[in-house]
């Protein structure tokens, strides 16, 4: 696979991390968050507007009063706005979580924003959504209840349950699932990717049919932090996640053959330290991909890689 380059587009001396990428009538938008540190309480969102070559054009800033906002998500809503989701913790004096609401913000210039608002459920993680067919979808999940859950609907609107217990220790043997993306296949299929964090921490592929109340895992055997998917073809999925090394986590693009449930390891971006969480699409006939990383200077900080398209031709 050859990138074309690889270069931070956001250096200042805070904590950076927590990426996604959207485009959003014509434009290149990342956002992340920007903190302290990595678990501190005071967490705001960062929106950059960038060119196709990863120079900033105009770059917005969003807060929440007495919120630690975290791991923000962009997508475009059904009737053309752009949609922000972030994790809203409300931290006491110690930094202790007293709750924590979903919440989202749009806007339909990507420079002003509305009012925020919450969607699904109190202390349930939603971590991303995916739209398709008019509709958002996405899972939710809580560390002390180890399961997901399924939500489809409006997310200003009216956001439903649809699956109360997609992945769970108890149903399915599979401990703590918690991050996760999904694509949608011509035939109204839904593909999920989700980390886990216990047993063996090993990422399970997911495929469920509409109305995606019936879902079937398979195992990846492999361990993927912050998962994202850009699909290729009906058959073949890009992600880029965080990869656990000897030498410690980076930031890495693998292959999904989503027929074989099979990852192949494509690259490993220049990464380490607190890293990854990836934004990943495709743009101007190139595929742009955002990471946070810290192996310069211990110094968290975005970057953008721009990779060349197609890469169905590179997978081996």
């Known amino acids: 696979m050859l990138i074309n380059w690889i270069k931070p587009i956001w250096t200042k001396p805070k904590h950076s991390a927590f990426t996604d990428l959207c485009v959003f009538q014509g434009k290149l938008y990342c956002c992340f968050r920007e903190a302290t540190n990595h678990i501190s309480g005071d967490g705001i969102i960062r929106i950059l507007t960038l060119t196709s070559e990863g120079e900033i054009q105009h770059e917005n800033v969003l807060r929440l009063p007495e919120a630690d906002l975290r791991d923000p998500k962009l997508s475009v809503t059904d009737n053309e706005k752009l949609l922000l989701l972030a994790y809203a913790r409300h931290p006491d004096t110690n930094n202790v979580t007293r709750f924590s609401q979903p919440m989202t913000w749009f806007s339909g210039d990507g420079i002003s924003w509305s009012n925020a608002k919450p969607i699904g459920d109190k202390n349930w993680w939603l971590w991303r959504i995916k739209w398709h067919a008019g509709l958002a979808h996405g899972f939710a999940y809580n560390r002390r209840q180890q399961r997901l859950k399924f939500y489809s609907g409006l997310p200003r609107r009216t956001f439903q349950l649809v699956q109360d217990e ?90 999904l053959d989503m027929k074989k449930a099979k990852l192949t390891l494509l690259n490993i971006l220049p990464s380490g330290g607190d890293c990854s969480y990836p934004g990943l699409l495709k743009h101007e006939n190139h595929i742009y991909l955002s990471y946070y990383s810290s192996h310069l200077n211990q110094n968290s900080c975005i970057y953008l890689a721009k990779i060349n398209f197609p890469v169905s031709n590179e997978v081996e």
């Open 166 to 255: 997609a992945l769970s220790q108890e149903k399915h043997g599979l401990g703590y699932p918690n991050e996760s993306d999904l694509i949608f296949l011509e035939d109204h299929s839904c593909v999920s990717l989700i980390r886990r964090d216990a047993d063996s921490c090993s990422a399970q592929m997911g495929t469920a049919k509409p109305p995606y109340k019936q879902w079937k895992w398979q195992d990846l055997g492999e361990y993927i932090g912050g998962p994202v998917m850009l699909k290729i073809d009906e058959n073949t999925v890009l992600v880029a996640g965080r990869l656990w090394r000897e030498q410690g986590p980076k930031t890495a693009l693998w292959c």
